[in-house]
DNA sequence: ATGGGTCAG
DNA sequence: CTTTCTGACCCAT
């Protein structure tokens, strides 16, 4: 007895990540690192965010203090690379605008994941996985995984088989898959391996005897709901092959922007935390107006290291603005509220600010140009032209302008020397030929949410997308594969 | 509405 | 000297 012939059309989900990113886009910029031990280092070079293979095979870890590794560096032949976020940005858009190819219906999730609505019968799926993969390896240089499922729960789960089992190939569709064999390894999985779900949730779902992602697929949705969330619930139903996460439009709109980091070295003066208050300010300004916001409030906080119990100190304030703005000198002010809370002596490990209540620009009353001057002369404007020309640091108001002097500075002493080689390896140079099966436009659309509980309205029926100018969003390669028996 | 908690990458 | 920096959403208040 065949199985109907729509059951094998049924739309799915290919989920692709970049192996160890920073690494491999590292290596795409720089051939010469293929074979060696790579890691990327966290901002102030502080410690390894992404090891290459080898350098796992060194017995790297992530999160791995650099100072310690830096003795040995010399005697491993280990390359230690300052994180270079404008390549890595460069990178992600070739494999995005590579893979928006496939599909119409690209969700760009992360720098360096992708969802892709998909359908075609198994081989054809898996024909698929295995093409993607080696089309953004040719062109971009990169090598990917991709899992292929029926939902984006399980999809995630087949990628991360996939990277950890040799014998797929780096592509695994999640139905090609025995059912006895799948079973198997959701037994031996913790539910932590799951999307959605850290250590928090696991505790709380070990409590009530829920182990492996098989006890939690085996759960009934309705406790689950009633014990966690509407979310936990999804997820045993994506996990039982039921939809529940629809594909995402790109997100328009932010609800806010945070500028904050740890310093290389803490600061223990309220003069250095106005001049870092007056930098975020700015950046702030300039963010704002890229995206044409405005923000009503502003929050500036600082802190003391959380590896310190003692002395501890987190000043904050919250500055409601006159008017939505998004003038940096006015924001400038702002954060400066925080400076009466700085006590002099104290080692803060960080600072930042927040820009909140944000709207677009351009539906104020017109009194506002009078009220703000500053806006209406351009500073804002100007600002970013000239650092763009010159480069962050080279121009700002008050004590944020000042070149080289603050020791806050990132330390980005091993930073990859420029942005990567164009045309070379460029997508265009091979466009891959359109497979017949590509999931197009007039096909069904993604699975729809069964429960409307969500944030982001959307259109009812979600239209087809090109991958466009993407704004990935930030990331560290980070959560890497924790000891799995992925690979049994 | 707002803030704390949790997660992801 | 376990991880940086964001961003988003859930949920209780």
Redesign the pocket.
Known sequence: MSKPVQMRHMPQIAHVDVNCFYASAERAFDPSLEGRPVIVL???D??A?TCSPEAKALGIA??E?W?KLAPRAKEWGLVALSSNYELYGDISARVMELLGRYSAWLEV?????AFLGVKGTPAELLALGREMKAAVRRNVGVPVCVGIAATKTLA?LANKWAKNNPAFGGVCHWDSIPASEREGLMGRLSVIE?????????KRLNVMGIFSILDLARADPVMIRDR????MMRTVLELQGTPCIPMEEE?IG?????????FATPITTAAGIRQVMSVYGQQASARLAKHDLQAKVLTAFAGTS??NPKDTSYPSV?VPLPMPTADPVILTKAAHALLPHIRDGVRYA?A?IMVT?LRPTGNQAPLSLFENPHEERHVGTLLEVVTKKYGRGSIGLGHGGIRGGPDWA?KRDMLSPATPPTGRNSPSSKPPKPMPYLYDSTAPAPPERTHS????PRSPRPRPRRPGPHRP???????PPRRTDLDR
């Open positions: 966290s901002n102030n502080g410690c965010v992530m999160g203090p100072f999730y992360s720098i360096d994941e995630k799951i999307w959605g779900v850290a250590t928090r949730l696991t966690f969330s509407i979310v997100r932010k609800d806010q922007l945070i500028f904050s980091r740890s959380h590896f919250c960080r930042g209540d990132m509980h969500d944030h982001h969003r930030r990331h560290t390669a980070g959560h």
